[in-house]
């Protein structure tokens, strides 16, 4: 990642989501969730790989003591990514919380598999609320690529910070 490329802080993130509608609140803990789900998978096969090294005696003692170190150092960086992302999942299920909505996602702690394969907490969390808080306008439950585009783009114009774009 660039030094240009930082992530957003905790603080950025949850002032960036006050005014999004609650369907987005949700879709964005689904992609939050789908890319937590990728980085476990990721972390399980890249230790796989470094203990295959460990345990390949065809390889001198010194080689296989570390496993593979750039796979280690991969595993550990996605740890602080997946730390982050639940964060922001947390940060997610409060807004929800403080609009006086129900947070109706399953824990993605709780990692349970499906017989497919699939993280259950990472399947559940797609269904959009089709509830809304008191006092807020009625929202459909799912937005069209071009009803999507529209609130984008008012929001943009809406806005002049010096920080071109949304980066959630």
């Given at each position: 990642m660039s030094a240009e490329a930082r992530p957003i802080s905790a603080s950025e993130f949850a002032q960036t989501i006050e005014d999004l509608p609650v369907e987005n609140l949700y879709s964005k803990?689904?992609?939050?969730?789908?890319?937590?789900?990728?980085?476990?998978?990721?972390?399980?096969?890249?230790?796989?790989?470094?203990?295959?090294?460990?345990?390949?005696?065809?390889?001198?003692?010194?080689?296989?003591?570390?496993?593979?170190?750039?796979?280690?150092d991969a595993?550990?960086?996605?740890?602080?990514?997946?730390?982050?992302?639940?964060?922001?999942?947390?940060?997610?299920?409060?807004?929800?919380?403080?609009?006086?909505g129900k947070w109706h996602e399953a824990d993605p702690n709780s990692k349970q598999e499906t017989p497919n394969g699939n993280d259950e907490a990472s399947t559940e969390i797609g269904q959009a609320s089709s509830s809304t808080t008191a006092g807020s306008a009625q929202t459909p439950a799912r937005w069209t690529d071009d009803e999507l585009r529209r609130q984008l783009e008012a929001r943009m114009a809406e806005g002049t910070d010096e920080d071109e774009g949304m980066h959630l």
């Open positions: 803990a689904f992609e939050i969730n789908n890319s937590i789900a990728h980085l476990r998978h990721s972390n399980k096969s890249l230790q796989e790989y470094s203990d295959s090294i460990r345990n390949d005696t065809t390889l001198d003692p010194n080689t296989r003591a570390d496993g593979d170190k750039d796979c280690l595993i550990k960086e996605n740890e602080v990514v997946i730390e982050r992302q639940l964060e922001r999942i947390g940060l997610l299920k409060a807004e929800v919380e403080r609009r006086g």
